[in-house]
């Protein structure tokens, strides 16, 4: 089956610095989410992709659907406490609409 | 708030007893999603259905099954349990047909298995 690989796994930065994490599939896909999950609470869609070669910003997060519609990427500028989380790529499964979720990645702040 | 309404928040038993997560989908949506997270884990896809009928199943085991009602909520019923269902299981709605589809989760049913 299709999987989502996230990268990096973790992240520690300090407040005030710019953040990038990635997710590569081994076939292609034709929507890209992203979303992030604090603890206890469930996933809250971020960015949504629809079409090979977009970029979105969602205030300071911006995505970007890869070309060859194997990878996406999303950037975080100017980091935030609240900005802590796991954050998830996923993407429906192709003919039918369940999603596939990366492996996430974490993302810590240090003081 | 996303709208999709799960209950309880938190459920603790026993090995091989049985319960029942309820998930209400947001007003409109046909669609219902259940994931399972394993501590520090991805989500992985359980079953779907839409409008009343199974659409889509997972890696669900056999213990498990899950049912959607004419007023649309779901829920979602795990028998036998066993240590390893410990888990958050999350719930999540669409509007099915529609070329962007887009989930929204409800916060999670916790469920620990002593």
């Known amino acids: 089956g299709q999987q989502l690989n996230q990268s990096p796994q973790s992240m520690f930065i300090q407040e005030g610095e710019d953040v990038s994490m990635n997710c590569t599939s081994s076939?292609?896909?034709?929507?890209w989410l992203w979303y992030k999950q604090d603890p206890g609470e469930g996933p809250v869609l971020l960015i949504a992709?629809?079409?090979?070669?977009e970029l979105t910003s969602n205030g300071r997060l911006t995505a970007q659907f890869g070309i060859t519609r194997k990878d996406s990427f999303l950037n975080i500028s100017a980091s935030i406490p609240s900005d802590v989380g796991i954050y998830f790529c996923?993407?429906?499964?192709?003919?039918?609409?369940?999603?596939?979720f990366g492996t996430g990645t974490r993302l810590t702040i240090i003081p | 708030d996303s709208g999709v309404t799960q209950t309880p928040k938190h459920l603790i038993t026993a090995t091989g007893q049985r319960v029942t997560l309820r998930c209400s989908p947001r007003?409109?949506?046909?669609?219902v999603y259940w994931y399972q997270q394993s501590l520090d884990q991805g989500l992985q896809f359980l079953i779907q259905?839409?409008?009343?009928?199974?659409?889509a199943k997972g890696n669900i085991l056999e213990r498990f099954s899950a049912q959607q009602f004419p007023d649309l909520h779901s829920e979602l019923n795990l028998s036998s349990l066993e240590l390893g269902d410990s888990a958050l299981y999350f719930c999540?709605?669409?509007?099915?047909?529609?070329?962007?589809?887009?989930?929204?989760f409800g916060a999670g049913t916790r469920l620990s298995v002593l």
């Open positions: 999540a709605s669409s509007v099915v047909g529609e070329a962007k589809n887009i989930q929204y």
């Open positions: 076939s292609i896909f034709n929507t």
């Open positions: 992709l629809y079409k090979a070669g």
């Open positions: 996923a993407g429906p499964n192709f003919g039918n609409e369940k999603l596939t």
């Open positions: 007003s409109g949506d046909l669609s």
């Open positions: 259905y839409y409008n009343g009928e199974e659409r």
